[in-house]
Structures are given as structure tokens and as C-alpha cells.
């Protein structure tokens, strides 16, 4: 119900109760499932419910292989954050298989990850690398940092106060660089 002046709110359909689907549609199982019972599983109980098919399962764990295993199934596009998007859109670039020659861009992919599920996509991304892609990321992780091969430091500051290449190179250059407030911290780290 969108309401006027307050936020929208939303109420389970008395016919349906929620599951958006009529009774015709939920009288149809797939191994004792509804449609709507699969959209309200996690990826990772997901994972276990289509063990005996191959290409949902493979799907279902390149989603787990970038962290997004909490996720249900059903979740609406709108209440995934900006990296959840990211990452769901990298589980379908790792899905097609050829990535060779391919740049990837993103912008702060580990934003509101536990360490686990950062150290989890960080390994995706290595295998990018590892079949020929490249991937350029704009990140504030300092243990995701010291991983690069190559770092731009922009700066000295945010905001008007930034704009320009403080220093670039290995992450031990960019530690060893006496103006850089990431080598500050990449210094601790290293």
C-alpha cells in the first residue's frame, strides 16, 4: 500500500498469504517444493535442495563463490545493496566461462562483507585474473589493497582536497611513499 505522506508499507496477500502465486501454481512440486518455497531458500540452502541438477547448481555456487550465499532466491532487486548488485553481475561474468580479455570494474566490491565472505570473493577474482581478465577495483580494504598487483593512491585528501595521483606501483611502493595516507596504512599492514 503506497501511502501518502508515510512509508510504503506492505501486508501478505489474504488469498495467497505472500507467496505472489495463485493456488493453481503452488499445486506444482518439484521435490515436495513450491515456487514459492524454492524463492524463500538461501542460495546455500538452495545449494543443497538441487544437488541433482547440474546447471542450477552450478549457478547457485558461483553466487556462494562471490559471497552472496545469504541471500534468498526471491529477494527483490531493491533491497540489494550496491556490492551485492556488483557481485551477482561478476557471478554472471564467471558463469560465461571465457573472461580472457575482459575488464572489470568495480567500485568497491567488499563493502559490507564480513572478512570470510571478502576473502571468499577476493579469491573469484584472482581466478579472473588467472584466465586472462583484467579487474580494476576502487577499494578502501586495506588487506584487499595489499593483494594488488597495482595500486593508484589518488589524493592527498577526499573531495576537493583529492584529485591527483599521490603515488602508484606494488603496494610496498605505495607503503614506502612518505605523502601517501594509504601507505600509512599499508605500511602497518605490510
Do not use: W
Not at 500500500?1 to 493456488?23: H, I, Q, V
Not at 571478502?118 to 579472473?128: A, C, I, K, S, W
Not at 585474473?129 to 577495483?137: E, K, L
Amino acid at each position: 500500500m503506497e501511502l501518502l505522506f508515510l512509508p510504503t508499507t506492505y501486508a501478505p496477500c489474504p488469498t495467497c498469504g505472500g507467496s505472489r502465486y495463485n493456488d493453481d501454481t503452488l499445486r506444482v512440486r518439484y521435490r515436495g517444493a513450491t515456487i514459492a518455497d524454492v524463492l524463500a531458500m538461501s542460495v546455500e540452502e538452495a545449494t543443497r535442495f538441487f544437488t541433482e541438477e547440474p546447471s542450477v547448481l552450478r549457478a547457485l555456487e558461483t553466487l556462494s563463490g562471490v559471497g552472496l550465499g545469504y541471500l534468498r532466491l526471491g529477494q527483490p532487486a531493491t533491497e540489494l545493496s550496491g556490492g551485492e548488485a556488483q557481485r551477482i553481475k561478476l557471478a554472471t561474468e564467471l558463469q560465461r566461462r571465457r573472461v580472457a580479455d575482459t575488464v572489470y570494474l568495480l567500485d568497491e566490491p567488499t563493502t559490507g562483507l564480513h572478512p570470510y565472505d571478502t576473502d571468499v570473493l577476493m579469491g573469484r577474482l584472482r581466478d579472473l585474473v588467472a584466465a586472462g581478465a583484467t579487474v580494476v577495483a576502487a577499494e578502501h580494504d586495506m588487506r584487499v589493497v595489499a593483494t594488488a598487483d597495482h595500486v593508484v593512491d589518488l589524493g592527498p585528501g577526499g573531495g576537493a582536497e583529492g584529485g591527483r595521483i599521490v603515488a602508484q606501483g606494488s603496494p610496498e611502493r605505495i607503503a614506502s611513499v612518505p605523502d601517501s595516507r594509504t601507505g600509512v596504512y599499508l605500511k602497518e599492514l605490510l
